[in-house]
């Protein structure tokens, strides 16, 4: 169980605008939703899953015995000429009829092979371990596009609307400066740079709504759905608070996903080691039947025959020699799990190093995000400064625009900032391993 618990603090993106109504907002649990139930990668992975889990049963793995029923049946009509010893009058017939019936019920069963079909079966419920975790990781990798797609197109949303905004004012200045030219208050260069900024904005706006569109599409793609179905998100982003480095790094040992899979592989190449292993002991295989035939000769000495009972018996089998191959399998399986192992001591290094430069990331795109805040209310007020005076003529265009540029440019860093930091709290929550629990979603 987590040792800590995500405190969710509700921040809009900054400038939020406008509102859809609430029945056409796609939610963020909506869209995780759609994704857990339609994506294919999830649906394959748990169907590789589902198999792992069939072929893990003691039956599979040779634990039980098996049963077989055979029936034979044979029928013949031929000529005979049949020559007795002396004293025994021969025998000449046409259309002599032979019937023979037969059927058995066989058991076999190996007692013993060095605990190999043991081995086996925990081989199986390791694979199938191993597709569950693998099934876990797929399902945390598509979330996690999922979500930053979510929150890159409430980004991309407000950068529409600060667009749409910078287009506004750039339009409402090209039509004030075509006024003043008419009444001699401008000349032609300053219309005409107006002009050249409003159509680098328009430019701009287009651009930013088909990025808008192109991440609407791969969201649609990741929950199942058609390509141009209408997304319309929610530009709240939560933040998660209280994440503490060290509990994180603990927390990763266990619950890290990719380290879970190679541990699981150690378990898995011990198995192998001890499956190659058991080829060297004997092996004693059990063999029963319950068996009836019924023979009948049309002609001959012996007429008919019928038989039934029970037959057993046992088979013993001792390796003696076979090349080296046994030898070769089990020193092949040894050296396997020795690089399992040496490969699991790297991954929790490498888990330890991604946690903490994930929370070192997090912590400082908290920090930015908060400097761009303060960068836009900075900006907001340089601008609303400057226009007055531009409009009472006591600035030049290119201080005005220079001054909406700086206001557009601290507005989109503060909703990448946001953005950023909603992508770097995921990226640390999935390497330590609280992604699905801090979700409330099952694999």
Do not use: C
Request: glycine share 8%; charged share 20%.
């Amino acid at each position: 169980m987590r040792t800590w618990r995500i405190r969710v603090t509700s921040l809009a993106l900054p400038l939020l605008v406008g509102g859809v109504a609430a029945q056409d907002t796609l939610s963020l649990e909506q869209a995780i939703g759609l994704a857990l139930a339609n994506e294919h990668g999830i649906r394959i992975a748990r169907n590789d899953a589902n198999i792992a889990e069939t072929q893990s049963s003691v039956g599979n793995a040779g634990l039980l015995p098996r049963v077989d029923a055979t029936g034979r049946g044979n029928y013949s009509d031929q000529d005979t000429d049949l020559d007795f010893a002396e004293g025994i009058p021969d025998v000449q017939r046409n259309g002599v009829v032979n019937t023979a019936l037969s059927g058995q019920v066989g058991l076999t069963y190996t007692l013993f092979n060095g605990m190999g079909n043991l081995a086996t079966w925990e081989r199986a419920q390791l694979n199938a371990e191993l597709a569950d975790l693998r099934t876990r990781a797929q399902v945390e990798g598509t979330l996690t596009q999922v979500i930053a797609l979510y929150y890159a197109i409430a980004a991309l949303d407000e950068d529409v609307a600060i667009t749409r905004r910078i287009l506004d004012i750039s339009a409402d200045r090209f039509q004030r400066q075509e006024g003043k030219a008419a009444l001699g208050g401008a000349g032609r260069l300053d219309v005409l740079n107006a002009q050249v900024d409003l159509q680098a904005d328009s430019t701009t706006f287009i651009l930013a709504q088909q990025r808008r569109i192109r991440s609407a599409r791969d969201l649609n793609v990741l929950m199942g759905r058609p390509a141009d179905t209408e997304v319309i998100v929610s530009r709240v982003i939560n933040y998660a608070q209280g994440l503490a480095e060290e509990r994180l790094v603990q927390e990763a040992m266990n619950g890290n996903v990719q380290l879970a899979v190679v541990t699981s592989q150690v378990r898995s190449a011990q198995a192998d080691e001890r499956i190659a292993k058991a080829l060297r002991w004997p092996r004693l295989d059990l063999n029963a039947n319950y068996g009836v035939s019924d023979q009948k000769n049309g002609v001959g000495l012996v007429l008919g025959t019928y038989t039934q009972g029970v037959n057993a018996g046992l088979t013993l089998s001792v390796p003696l020699f076979d090349g080296g191959r046994v030898n070769t399998q089990v020193e092949a399986a040894r050296l396997r799990a020795e690089n399992a192992e040496l490969a699991e001591q790297q991954a929790r290094l490498q888990v330890e190093r991604d946690v903490r430069n994930a929370f070192t990331t997090w912590q400082s795109q908290r920090e930015v995000m908060r400097i761009q805040g303060d960068a836009v209310t900075t900006a907001k007020l340089n601008f609303e400064r400057t226009r007055e005076l531009f409009q009472a003529g006591q600035l030049t265009g290119l201080q005005f625009r220079q001054a909406q540029l700086d206001l557009a440019n601290a507005e989109r860093q503060s909703v990448v900032a946001g953005f950023d930091t909603k992508v770097a709290e995921l990226t640390l929550l999935r390497a330590s391993g609280g992604l699905l629990g801090a979700l409330n979603v099952q694999p």
